[in-house]
C-alpha cells in the first residue's frame, strides 16, 4: 500500500501476455487434471494429493473475493447474471421500522480455544484442512470486557466523518454529486437516485430510526452531507441513504478513529474470538430456554424422541485423530456469507443480539492484533511464505468473512485473515468495544 512499486515474490511478470484463447486453453487442461483426480480416486485415496487439492481450493475462493473487490471499484462492472436487483428502497423502510438500540454486553473473562492441529503430512488428516497461522490449536484466558452487539454502520461512520470534518471517504462509497465540500453545503444528487434520496433525506436523516440515536436530529446539514453519497453496489451505486443500516466497509485505521470518536476501540483477535464464544453459549441457553417449552424447536433439539438435526452420532469419518466438527465451525445460521446477498445487509435490527463469527452483515471483522508469529507456528511445506511473508507489523488480522467468502472459510474457528491496517478495499468492518 505505501509503495506499490514494492511487491512480494512472485513469478517474473513477462514483457507480452500470451492471448486469452491460449489462457483459456490452459485453464480448460488445468480444470480437466483436478477433475480427473477425482475420477481416479486420487484425490482421496492419496493423502497428499487431497491436501494439495484443499489447498488450492481455498486459496482460489479467497482470490475470487479479491478479484470481486477489484471490481466493485470499476463504473464497468456489469450486475451478477441472474441475481434479481435488490428492493433497496423497500429494504431501507424496514431497517428503519426495525432498527434497535445497539447494546453493549459483558463478556465474561474466560478462556478460549483457538486454532486447530493438522499435521502437515502425507499421512494425513485431510478431514479438517488448516493453514500454517491456524496451527497449532492452544489455550489462551482473555479478561473481562463490554462489546457492542453489531458493527458500525454507514450512517454512524457518516456522522463521524461529518462532525470531525474528514474528507476521506471509504473506499466503498462514493461521491454522486458536486459540493462545496466535504460538509455537502451545494450540489444536487446525480439522476441515478431517481428522486429516492430526497425523500430518504427527509425521513431517515432527521433522526427517526426506532429507538436509535444514532443520527444528528434536524441537522440539515446532515442531511445534504448525506445526500451527495453513494454506495457502490454490483447493481451500481445506491445513494447511501438507502443503506444507513447496513454495516460500513473501511480501513482499520478509519475505523479505529471512528471508533474512538465513539468512545470505544476495536477489539483484539482473542477479545473477538471471546465475544463468538460467548454469543455461542447465548445462543445455545435460548434453545434449551425455547425447547423446553416448544418440543422439538426447529429440528435441532432432542424432545420427546424427536431426533436432532444434524444427529448427536456422526459417521466415522464426521471426526478425524479426534477432531470434533461441531467444536471446528460456528453456526453461521442466517449469516450473509458464502453468496448469500451480493452485498451488505442491514444490521441495525439485531442490536440486542451480539453478533457472533460471521455475523457482520456480510463484513469480515477487523481486530486490533497484528499478524505476527505465535508459540508453536511453522511454515507450510506447500506454501512456506503463505503468511510468513506478512509479518512485517504493517498488517492486522481479521476473523469471519464476508458475504463473498466461502462459508466453509467464513465457519472455521480457526481460519485467520489479514489486510494491511491502511489498505481501504477489503470487505471489513469492526465492532466497539471497551474495558471494564
Known sequence: VDNPAQCHAHSEVPDEWPPVEEILQYQDRVHERVASFYKTGQAYDDAW???????????????????????????????????????????????????????????PAQTVKIGLDDPERAAGPVRHFGWDVEKPAREETVKAFQAKARPITNEEYAKYLFEMGKDQLPASWSNSGPTDGMNGK???????????????????????????????????????????????????????????????????????????????????ELEAQSIYSHAENLRKQALQTLGANIPAVNAHLINEGVQESPPSHRCEKGQADGLDTEALFAELGDSNVGFKHWGTVSVTQDGNKLAGQGGMGGLWEWTSSTLERHEGYEPMKLYPAYSSDFFDGKHNIMLGGSWATLARIAGRRSFVNWYQRNYPYAWATARLVKDI
Request: charged content about 15%.
Open 49 to 107: 494429493t487431497g491436501r494439495v487439492l484443499w489447498l488450492g481450493y481455498e486459496h482460489e475462493a479467497m482470490h475470487l473475493e479479491t478479484l470481486l473487490y477489484m471490481l466493485l471499484q470499476s463504473d464497468k462492472t456489469l450486475p451478477p447474471t441472474g441475481v434479481p436487483r435488490p428492493a433497496f428502497e423497500q429494504l431501507a423502510d424496514e431497517a428503519d421500522r426495525d432498527a434497535v438500540e445497539n447494546q453493549w454486553f459483558e463478556i
Open 186 to 268: 451545494t450540489g444536487e444528487v446525480n439522476a441515478h437516485t431517481n428522486g429516492h434520496a430526497n425523500g430518504h433525506a427527509n425521513g431517515h436523516a432527521n433522526g427517526h430510526i426506532n429507538g436509535t440515536s444514532t443520527h444528528t436530529n434536524g441537522h440539515s446539514g446532515f442531511s445534504a452531507f448525506l445526500a451527495h453519497l453513494s454506495l457502490r453496489t454490483f447493481h451500481g451505486p445506491i445513494p447511501l441513504l438507502l443503506a444507513l443500516h447496513h454495516p460500513v466497509s473501511a480501513s482499520y485505521d478509519e475505523l479505529a478513529g471512528c471508533a474512538a470518536y465513539m468512545g470505544g476501540r476495536i477489539p483484539t
